[in-house]
């Protein structure tokens, strides 16, 4: 009995298979260009294999072990063949790991090697996750005819540029990805990223900040010392944009992303970017982070119904092309569009005495804290992307009791308000620094108290000194409010080290060596109504609430204004 076989059926919750009998061709050499040689692996049913749908996976990390023997057994043994390939410089392929830069080059010398192969048919299907999306937006808008369908996973075409925006630069992604693929290859790898996660933990707490690779690894990493030094909009980035090309993307796309996920912005902007042009697009969300394993069990599910389906030249079963996990409501639903069509935003006005209201707020005097960057007010679940720590939904009890976070909370909902759709929030802010960040969180209070984090967002201020309105895109989102509950707003200045810490000095974060407490006032008066905007769906609005006698001002009426 092959034991591995029936532990990745049971883990992604899969039918049984076809066959269980499957033959691994090793170190197969894959031509370049400018000379250079990749390696790849090939799955394939001992019985049958030559002539099947091809899977092409493009991977970073190795071509075995337990994170990437599930990505491609399941697919090898329901009726694709799958070619898995070390891209430039991993592995054993040649080169030298530059990432992301050289995908879109490699990735189409690979198409065309693979199609060229006596074993191949009539049919290729791209898929992956993370990594594995970025190289397919990479070449998705020159694909050759026998790419049937793309299936990226909690990804997007400008991998990076969401945390390396110059006014939310989020520290740990890269970071952390950064430490990990240097130490990759080395004996006994992962027991050693697991024992030093705390020190790299540590290591974004350096003064500066460029000398925290050093600190993590022992040495000079090129990569962390490129997104400490160039922000998303520097030229140094310009070529892993791949936005440019989703419009011209013409096979079907079916991607998965998690609301949780660091990726999910860019994520949704290119299904919209499909779906604008007229082309074949769907997507589920789900309740994961990063490397939640529902997305691995999505994924899987989508290859093997839709893309398989295709590859085969059949249509795939019907679905709307919006699937998404409604929180709070836990269950799943299907939507027409992203965002769904009659959710429309509504304030929810900032008040003294942290009440939450959908009434404006009169005369008030500001609300005020203290951040500290030597003492940072710490992320605590949301959209991590880090070794040991837990990201998605928590309980928020600890860091609303911090005095550097401010809380705005409704009176206790008498009929449940669903919000789907994108988050934002404008909160007038003045600092006695010039230089500040803002950090927005939305969270759902249940019955018993418990707080618990929906989604979040960050942006840094210039001219932080001057009150002004920061407007805060947090991530999207799709929850449900329930009946008895409260919603909830968090305003602080920092959520570290998910976001690098805000020295309050203006210095570049990587050679920043002063650390400046800053003053912050919050204001919510009619001269500077700080509010969130919520996406509030139909059966919520006011056809349903008005009446409901809401104190606090949550009678619906206010959600007019």
Same mark, same amino acid.
């Given at each position: 009995?092959?034991l ?9 919750s ?17 031509p ?17 294999? @030559? %002539? *099947?749908?091809t899977?092409?996976?493009? =991977?970073?990390?190795?071509?075995? #072990?337990? &994170?990437? $023997? ?5 697919l090898?043994?329901?009726g694709?063949?799958?070619l ?21 080059? @490699? %990735? *189409?010398?690979?198409?065309?090697w693979? =199609?060229?192969?006596?074993?191949? #048919?009539? &049919?290729? $299907?791209?898929?992956?996750m993370s ?32 945390f *390396?925006?110059?006014?939310g ?7 952390g990805?950064?430490?990990? $693929? ?5 004996r ?31 040495h ?13 909009g ?51 969300v ?6 939640s ?24 079963p ?50 005020r ?26 309980d ?13 909370t409704?009176?206790?909902?008498e ?15 003045r600092?006695d ?17 418990r ?77 500077h ?24 001002g ?8």
């Open positions: 009995m092959n591995g076989s029936h532990l990745t059926q049971c883990l992604l899969l039918p049984p298979p076809l066959t269980r009998d499957l033959v691994v061709e090793h170190d197969l050499r894959v370049m260009r400018d000379g250079t040689v990749l390696l790849a692996d090939r799955w394939r049913p001992r019985s049958g294999g @030559d %002539g *099947l749908p899977v092409l996976l493009r =991977i970073p990390y190795g071509r075995a #072990g337990m &994170a990437v $023997v599930p990505m491609v057994r399941p090898a043994e329901r694709f063949q799958v898995i390939q070390s891209t430039r410089g991993t592995f054993g392929s040649g080169g030298v790991f530059d990432p992301m830069r050289h995908e879109r080059e @490699d %990735g *189409l010398d690979t198409l065309d693979v =199609i060229a192969q006596p074993w191949f #048919g009539e &049919a290729m $299907v791209l898929y992956g990594y594995l999306g970025f190289v397919q937006w990479a070449v998705a808008d020159q694909l050759p005819p026998q790419v049937k369908a793309m299936i990226p996973a909690v990804s997007e075409s400008a991998l990076s540029l969401e *390396l925006r110059a006014d630069f989020s520290l740990e992604t890269p970071f990805w950064g430490v990990m $693929v240097a130490g990759q290859e080395r006994w790898a992962v027991p050693r990223q697991l024992l030093g996660a705390r020190r790299v933990r540590r290591a974004m707490s350096e003064l500066p900040l460029n000398q925290a690779d050093f600190a993590a690894l022992g000079r990493s090129d990569y962390i010392q490129d997104v400490l030094a160039h922000d998303a520097t030229p140094r980035w310009a070529e892993l944009d791949h936005r440019h090309r989703v419009a011209d993307i013409a096979v079907p796309v079916s991607s998965v992303g998690g609301w949780y996920d660091i990726f999910l912005p860019g994520q949704l902007r290119d299904h919209q970017a499909l779906v604008a042009a007229g082309r074949q697009a769907r997507i589920t789900g309740p994961w982070s990063h490397t394993r529902g997305v691995g069990v999505t994924a899987a599910g989508e290859a093997l119904g839709f893309g398989l389906a295709l590859a085969r030249g059949e249509r795939p019907e679905r709307a092309p919006v699937r998404l996990f409604v929180m709070g409501e836990e269950t799943w639903r299907d939507f027409p569009s992203w965002p769904p069509p009659d959710c429309a935003p509504r304030r929810f006005h900032l008040h003294p005495d942290g009440v939450l209201s959908t009434d404006t707020a009169g005369e008030s005097a500001p609300d804290y203290r951040y500290d960057p030597a003492d940072p007010t710490p992320a605590v679940g949301g959209v991590r992307l880090a070794l040991g720590v837990r990201g998605g939904r928590v928020n009890s600890g860091l609303e009791a911090r005095p550097d976070v401010l809380t705005y409704t009176a206790v909902l009929t449940d308000v669903e919000v789907i759709g994108e988050v934002s929030a404008e909160i007038w802010f600092s620094l010039p230089h500040a960040d803002v950090f927005v969180r939305l969270c759902d209070v249940d019955a018993k108290g707080s618990t984090n929906v989604c979040d967002g960050l942006v840094g201020l210039t001219g932080a000194d001057r009150t002004s309105r920061a407007t805060v895109r947090l991530w999207p989102t799709a929850h449900r409010f329930r009946l008895g509950h409260r919603i909830r707003v968090q305003v602080s200045s920092g959520a570290f080290p998910r976001y690098n810490r805000n020295p309050g000095t203006g210095e570049p974060r990587a050679t920043a060596t002063t650390l400046r407490a800053g003053n912050q006032e919050v204001f919510h008066d009619a001269e109504p700080s509010a969130i905007l919520l996406p509030v769906c139909p059966a919520t609005q006011k056809s349903d609430l008005a009446g409901r006698g809401l104190e606090h949550l009678d619906i009426s206010g959600l007019d204004n």
